[in-house]
């Protein structure tokens, strides 16, 4: 593919820069990770930052990604190595390329740019397209067989689980009816099934159109996102060197409150009964957390990326065994924007 620069709809901007950059702090050198490249306007931030003999490695499951972040980011050869393959996989994709602890993470968990604006991918319900949602389209399950082939029962469970979409069961049964006429092929047929779907005093409250969270759910049980994210999150802080740090950009609760719950663990691990005089368990803190409630986009930020008007930033820091954690080294600021 063709460099970055020369594809727009990868070239788009990534969101709290100058927050992440504070936490990171790549500055200070050593190897950081990018597990979610997607375009690479984050990792160009961090190369720009990176001293000489520092390294990056970014890590993408799309493969028109990765063809347009190595377009992007080619001035950095020398410093960055972009690797196909998913962040739940970091621990091998490094271990590939004989690296065994780094210095700092990012994982970026919304959709790109590029997915959400290229109809032909199927994630908006604005575009009309085939359904797919498939951030690595090599994978074999799409939103069609999802949406076509999911019993009613694990269809509320998807719509009610991963999109806390409160009419999942009116959704469900009307998908049910409608593919029994003839398979939804389309993401606007999806779409329209869904609204109708709704009760219309209801559909008409709605900022965003109806089908949103539907299409946020079945995109999630497409790409797998939250199965094993957890472990994905506990992963990434192993992999962390003593003094390295973990930077997590979330877009939805569900992802905020599985990040939220391994920092507070990392930070207080212990599993003695709440009433117990002392610890007993022997676990020790291995994570201080750096920001004591989530950091979100300045007003400014909002008001020129819509995008970023949902996210949430969380960042912890690996402790060597055995230290304690002076608890929230960075507060928000009044914007809610800046790190004090």
């Given at each position: 593919m063709e460099s970055n620069q020369l594809n727009?709809?990868?070239y788009h901007a990534p969101i709290m820069v100058e927050e992440v950059l504070s936490l990171l702090q790549p500055a200070r050198g050593g190897v950081f990770v990018d597990g979610t490249l997607g375009?690479?306007?984050?990792?160009?931030?961090?190369?720009?930052?990176?001293?000489?003999?520092?390294?990056?490695?970014?890590?993408?499951r799309d493969r028109d990604a990765l063809a347009a972040a190595e377009g992007r980011l080619a001035p950095f050869k020398d410093r960055f190595t972009a690797l196909y393959g998913n962040f739940f996989h970091m621990k091998t994709l490094l271990l590939q390329r004989g690296v065994d602890?780094?210095?700092?993470?990012?994982l970026d968990l919304g959709v790109s740019s590029h997915q959400l604006d290229e109809p032909s991918r199927g994630f908006s319900y604005k575009f009309e397209a085939p359904l797919d949602m498939r951030m690595d389209q090599s994978a074999?399950?799409?939103?069609?067989?999802?949406?076509?082939?999911?019993?009613?029962k694990e269809l509320v469970r998807i719509f009610r689980d991963y999109g806390e979409e409160r009419f999942s069961p009116l959704i469900a049964r009307r998908i049910l009816e409608k593919r029994a006429e003839k398979p939804i092929a389309t993401t606007t047929e999806l779409a329209d099934v869904v609204a109708g779907a709704i009760p219309a005093k209801f559909r008409h409250k709605e900022q965003q159109h109806p089908a949103r969270r539907v299409?946020?759910?079945?995109?999630?049980?497409v790409n797998g996102e939250l199965q094993g994210l957890r472990e994905a999150v506990d992963s990434c802080?192993?992999?962390l060197h003593p003094g390295g740090r973990l930077v997590i950009l979330t877009f939805h609760s569900l992802e905020d409150r599985i990040v939220k719950?391994?920092?507070?663990?990392?930070e207080n691990p212990c599993v003695c009964p709440p009433r117990s005089p002392q610890c007993v368990c022997?676990?020790?803190?291995?994570?201080?957390?750096?920001?004591?409630?989530?950091?979100?986009?300045?007003a400014a930020e909002q008001q020129e990326n819509s995008r970023s008007t949902c996210c949430k930033l969380r960042a912890l820091e690996k402790l060597p065994l055995g230290i304690g954690a002076e608890r929230n080294t960075y507060r928000e600021g009044r914007n809610h924007g800046s790190i004090l």
């Open positions: 727009p709809a990868f375009g690479g306007g984050h990792s160009e931030a961090i190369l720009n930052l990176l001293p000489a003999d520092g390294r990056l490695f970014g890590i993408d602890k780094v210095d700092g993470i990012l074999p399950l799409t939103a069609a067989d999802v949406v076509n082939g999911y019993s009613e299409f946020q759910a079945v995109r999630i049980e802080i192993d992999l719950t391994a920092f507070k663990t990392a022997g676990r020790t803190p291995y994570g201080k957390v750096l920001t004591k409630h989530p950091l979100t986009a300045c």
